[in-house]
């Protein structure tokens, strides 16, 4: 695979000439917050820090991937998606609930980049919603998080993520949206290999039981449990902790509920808040080969939920990384919310 790399100033001015790449490294992760993907180029060129580079097939024009550049030495360029680089800002956080997390963080970006002229984002990005997902943030106090955690957290949750669509007239056009699309994969074809499978059972920081308790409670061997959820192997919130979905023994995490609090959230919004996400607590890796009869590659894209087979057990899962390398005719596919390298863990919460 040849890669044809379009360069971009950071006033989305072009860089005169198109150059090659024949060795490369990039992809996407949702999940860690220390991705980097690198290109080595065919010829010097002098860039900055925050220029965009964007990466076609050389054959089929095909875009495969965008991002905004890091750093770079020599011939060799390294790249940050669009969601981790713009959004490395911190900014306050509090308790908050709404119809649309998408709409919600459509706010957050004009609010803390568009609207900020010290960014020098107004005018050259575009950001759109395409989905709307009931959403709840429980934080106990005001705090300070930055966007892409923020927006990693929802990843996690909903399934919701923040990418990059195209460049067109002197813009940047991205788009905020929930995936829902459903596909299979299993390891009987030889075009699937290097199988790696990590399971997180249930922990610390991947609870599956909720205790909601009232904050007046006084008799800490009696609280008075106002409701109790459990999360099940497909990802969705029950109360009936005979669903033989349950992964047992269960881990419980309390949430403190203040039953006098005006805009209080519902139960579910608050399991909604502690739980979802923590089933696909698992990693599963796979390389695919680039020109798979089996597997249409061009599809690909992370947030895509899969029922993954491996040794005749069903995982139900999510896409959330995938790379590809010149030193290999394939694609490496990461399922799950979690990483097994520690390094992925020194992370904000």
Known sequence: ??????????????????????????????????????????????IEKGDYLLAKDFESSRILYFGVIDSQEDT?????????????????TCKTTGPSFEGHFKRLIEKYLLNDSTKNLSGILSVVTETNTNHSYQATEVTS???????????KKYNIKWTFEEIKDGKIFSSIK???????????????????????????????????????MSDIEDP?????????????????????????????????????????????????SELKGNAYSHEINVSIILDS??????DLQTGLLFDVTVKEKLYKSVLSAWKISSSSRSIKLTFGNIRSRVSDYFDEN
Request: negative net charge; contains cysteine.
């Open 1 to 46: 695979m040849i890669l044809s790399i379009h360069l971009y100033r950071f006033d989305l001015s072009k860089y005169e000439e198109e150059y090659l790449s024949e060795e490369f490294d990039f992809g996407i992760d949702e999940i860690s917050s220390n991705w980097v993907s690198e290109f080595e180029l065919n010829k010097f060129v002098q």
């Open 76 to 92: 060799k360029i390294r790249c940050r998606d669009l969601a981790q680089a713009l959004g490395d800002s911190s900014f306050p």
């Open 145 to 155: 998080r930055k966007l892409n955690s923020y927006l990693r957290n929802a990843f």
């Open 178 to 216: 929930r995936i829902d699309t459903k596909k299979q994969i299993k390891d009987n074809s030889s075009e699937f290999f290097d199988w790696n499978i990590f399971i997180k059972k249930p922990g610390n920081g991947n609870e599956n039981m909720l205790l909601i308790v009232d904050k007046k």
């Open 224 to 272: 008075r449990i106002l409701s109790t959820y459990y999360l099940d192997d497909q990802n969705e919130l029950t109360t009936d902790k005979t669903n033989v979905g349950i992964i047992k023994p269960t881990v419980s995490i309390v949430s403190i509920y203040d039953t006098e609090q005006e805009d209080k959230a519902t139960y579910e919004e608050v399991a909604n």
């Open 293 to 298: 009869k089996n597997f249409d590659i061009r």
